[in-house]
Antibody, heavy 119, light 113 residues
Framework: EAQLVESGGGLVQPGGSLRLSCTASGFTFSTYWMSWVRQAPGKGLEWVANINQDGSEEYYVDSVKGRFTISRDNAKNSLYLQMNSLRAEDTAMYYC????????????WGQGTLVTVSS | DIVMTQSPDSLAVSLGERATIKCKSSQNVLYSSNNKDYLAWYQQKPGQPPKLLIYWVSTRESGVPDRFSGSGSGTDFTLTISSLQAEDVAVYYCQQYYTTPPTFGQGTKVEIK
């Protein structure tokens, strides 16, 4: 069974940085696009970024371009999200998700890691 | 970006009754080369991550009960729960995966009346 486990969330001050990690198991990680999707408290879902199988292609939602960087290490079955210049509006639960057999269709999702940006 | 708009924002349905959720996209999500609408539905129960329910408008994910069905084409789509069960209490999201960025509807909260 495919599983994803996120870590690295926490409380950070505006302008600070945080690196999220996601460890995959139960499937051949290196053969899938992977995404980060976030959900602000009490709000809906927003796709943040994704990366292709070998890490040569990355895509971002406009609101995080230039501040966030997605990466992966296929040897470690791990996905990362480096978040810099964090803002209050980045406060959210961040989910790691596998792009299924079709890019941008997400299955499964991890349990999420909470990022709070506040002074 | 393609805007996905769901209606209603919430609905309360009696156990065993039908629940219907609408989703409208601001642009066509039909890919002409394969004649497929790039539209999925997710279910998010309280305190849990979203779960893929339906893709290609009407294809149920493995293990999803057949009381869940999807329909529609082009820009207008519907998720129907034919006989609401207590375990179906959740927020439901539609999503287009036709183009970058993929976008979600605002969600519809389904409760028991």
């Amino acid at each position: 069974e495919a599983q994803l486990v996120e870590s690295g969330g926490g409380l950070v001050q505006p302008g600070g940085s945080l690196r999220l990690s996601c460890t995959a198991s139960g499937f051949t990680f290196s053969t899938y696009w992977m995404s980060w999707v976030r959900q602000a408290p009490g709000k809906g879902l927003e796709w943040v970024a994704n990366i292709n199988q070998d890490g040569s292609e990355e895509y971002y939602v406009d609101s995080v371009k230039g501040r966030f960087t997605i990466s992966r290490d296929n040897a470690k079955n791990s996905l990362y999200l480096q978040m810099n210049s964090l803002r209050a509006e980045d406060t959210a639960m961040y989910y790691c998700a596998r792009d299924s057999s079709q890019r941008f269709r997400f299955d499964p999702w991890g349990q999420g890691t909470l990022v709070t940006v506040s002074s | 970006d393609i805007v996905m708009t769901q209606s209603p924002d919430s609905l309360a349905v009696s156990l065993g009754e039908r629940a219907t959720i609408k989703c409208k996209s601001s642009q066509n999500v039909l890919y002409s080369s394969n004649n497929k609408d790039y539209l999925a539905w997710y279910q998010q129960k309280p305190g849990q991550p979203p779960k893929l329910l339906i893709y290609w408008v009407s294809t149920r994910e493995s293990g999803v009960p057949d009381r869940f069905s999807g329909s529609g084409s082009g820009t207008d789509f519907t998720l129907t729960i034919s006989s609401l069960q207590a375990e179906d209490v959740a927020v439901y999201y539609c999503q287009q995966y036709y183009t970058t960025p993929p976008t979600f509807g605002q969600g519809t909260k389904v409760e028991i009346k």
